[in-house]
């Protein structure tokens, strides 16, 4: 897949979702294409959790990102399935203002029920626009990646850093840098190269061009 001069759309639902499931192909592609992140939970809501806003922040420029390619909604997490309606209407708005070419989106394996939500509305919303799943290893069950992207070793070292900007979950066993790391070296396995990260496929469109 040529990434050059695409318009790609990630979406996750709570701070850190992107940068666990997709932060090395960020840093891969960000000066290669437009690339827009939306996250539908600030999480703030949380009196544990105010700190998120700015570790996401700090996370995503480390990835290569402007603050203006950066998105944080304001959806309640863990109630996402009562949502469902506006999440379609506000998903349906970002095609019309972005117009992206591909989306990266939660796996269909990942049980979590904001999660699992996000990727339902975005099926309908995103119509006709090839979408992959990235997998949060804390709440995938049954992922195996059927896409794999290369990324380089350094982009591999820039998705560690990025992830240790969140202090807030520094004692979390899927933010250790060895598991991070060991993820991408088994999907760069799949795909006989160093490193890679690697999708699942929920819609492929091909067009001649």
Do not use: W
Request: aromatic share 12%; proline share 3%.
């Amino acid at each position: 897949m040529n990434f050059y001069g695409k318009r790609v759309l990630f979406l996750g639902a709570h701070p850190d979702d992107i940068e666990l499931g997709c932060g090395a192909l960020i840093h891969q592609i960000a000066r290669q294409t437009d690339i827009l992140c939306v996250t539908l939970s600030d999480n703030q809501k949380n009196p544990l959790l105010t700190n998120l806003v700015e570790e996401h922040q700090r996370s995503m420029e480390i990835l290569g990102l402007k603050p203006e390619n950066v998105i944080l909604g304001t959806f309640t997490t863990r109630i996402f399935p009562d949502a469902r309606q506006e999440i379609l209407e506000y998903f349906l708005k970002l095609r019309h203002d972005f117009n992206p070419d591909l989306i990266f989106v939660h796996s269909k394996a990942d049980i979590h029920q904001d999660h699992n939500t996000m990727t339902d509305e975005a099926l309908r919303a995103f119509r006709g626009i090839t979408l992959l799943g990235f997998d949060v290893v804390r709440s995938s069950y049954g992922f195996f990646p059927h896409f794999l992207v290369e990324v380089s070793e350094e982009s591999v070292s820039k998705k560690i850093e990025a992830l240790s900007q969140y202090e807030t979950y520094r004692d979390k066993y899927y933010f250790n840098s060895d598991l991070t790391r060991s993820i991408m070296v088994r999907h760069g396995a799949l795909a006989e190269v160093p490193f890679a990260e690697g999708f699942d496929i929920l819609r492929v469109v091909g067009t001649f061009g």
